[in-house]
């Protein structure tokens, strides 16, 4: 392979947990600071997500080339294609990065909506975020499973509904580092945008080593 | 019997490794159209999934993907690389629906990938037609690098004659998995859009093994030259598959 690996995010989690709207949201965080994404998003059954993403990322905001958002059919195994089988998306990162690599940060591959025990394949992200949702109840994290006690970050998103469905969200927050064992989380609201700064900084930190971004580093070189 | 006496070899066993529908390829994202046939309730009895596997196998994959299977397979033996991105490029321009194209490259290029992750051999894109090397791991390594530098495709039929030579598999055991795979493939796809119970699914695989052995003896033999496809009803359904809007396969 003569191309360099471009830095891999693999979001999994639930259907309607959030993963299209935390891209939404932390999307525009990276650009701002001149990082530029590609998104690979893996549907169960439809374009509905990728296609969301390209209106409002690239079509409306200019964020990113309406090409870099690419919709991936699973045949109805989502948790098949980024783990067991990752072929096809492999196939199409490695296409990105055979035609992006000079310019490219960062490409975020989003995983149709699955179960509990969805993980990525390291072979094809290097970093994994898990959402899960405060709707589902405050127990959620205590269930364990792979994708929560796993994932590199862990992201609870709509915090705005705990008092409405009786969750503590300190029940949660005590759960999720007894099961991960201290490895970082994160509570978020992906509607009003509150807690994806940290989410932002997490994969600036941990994923883009605080390099700065390519396009910055071409001019100076 | 007695150990002894077994009359297996590794060879056999990197054969079912090929065929296992575990074996990283991608294949169970696709459909060949069978997803738009069941949503424009065109096909709805196993009879008709089985007449449908049967076409593509006689009029797509026998004339076309088989023929290009076999002289890559023959043409790895002597490291002929030219002679195999002849047949690498006419197969290609012979799938004429795009998404059927690009999910054959895709597999093609990820079962190299994976087969020269164990058989020990390192991608390369350099001297893609320096074929001194009789060795047919070598021919593998370059036609990989070839693709990778856009000299050839990757369509998944090549790649899997290549990938067979390199594992000592005969050319027509590689047809065979060829065809049976595509079979299962399909199959499977019909099983998760819910079109009938899982063992129904292995009657189908059943009374299509006659066919998949015709397919490879008319064929096998043929010259690249030879090869054709004709089957234009199945050719639209698989364009109008592209513009779906929901969607569970790839094509």
Known sequence: MNHKRIPRIG??????????????????????KGYKTAIISNDVVSKIDADRMRKNLASERGLL????????????????????DPSMNISVVE?????????????????????ITTTFSPALADYFIY???????????????????????????????????GADLKVMENDAKVVRKNKPYVF????????????????????LFEEPPKTVINKTA | MSIKNLDLTIDEISMLQLGDSFFPTGMYTTSSGLEALFYNKRIKSKEQISEFISVCLKY???????????????????????????????LFSMKLVKEIREASTRSGTQLLNCVLSFINETPTSE????????????????YFGAIKSKDAHGVYPIALGLASNALNITKERACMLLLYGFTVSIVGAALRLGMFPHFEGQQIIHSLKPVILEVIKTNIERAYSK?????????ILQISHERMDSKMFIT
């Open chain 2, 127 to 142: 001297n893609i037609y320096n074929t001194d090397s009789n060795s047919s791991k070598s021919v593998i390594s370059s």
């Open chain 1, 188 to 207: 978020v609201n992906c509607k009003t945008g509150q807690g994806i700064q940290e989410v932002a900084e997490h994969i600036i930190k941990d994923v």
């Open chain 2, 227 to 235: 090869m054709w496809q004709f089957s234009p009803g199945i050719d």
């Open chain 1, 65 to 84: 080339p309406e090409s870099l958002v690419i919709g991936l059919a699973t045949g109805g195994c989502p948790h098949t294609a980024v783990r067991e």
């Open chain 2, 60 to 90: 797509q994959l026998g004339p076309a993907d088989c023929i290009a299977l076999s002289n890559s397979h023959k043409a790895a033996q002597s490291s002929d690389l030219k002679t195999i991105i002849e047949i690498d490029d006419l």
């Open chain 1, 11 to 32: 979001i999994g989690g639930p259907v309607g947990s959030g993963k299209t709207m935390l891209i939404e949201q932390f999307v525009p965080l990276l650009s701002q």
């Open chain 1, 131 to 165: 959402i899960i949702d405060v709707s589902s109840g405050d127990k959620y994290p205590r269930k364990r499973g792979l994708g929560i006690e796993n994932c590199d970050l862990l992201v609870i998103n709509k915090i705005d509904i705990a008092p409405y469905i």
């Open chain 1, 95 to 115: 296409e990105i990065e055979a035609k992006h690599n000079t310019d490219l940060d960062l490409i975020i591959i989003e995983s149709g909506g699955d179960n």
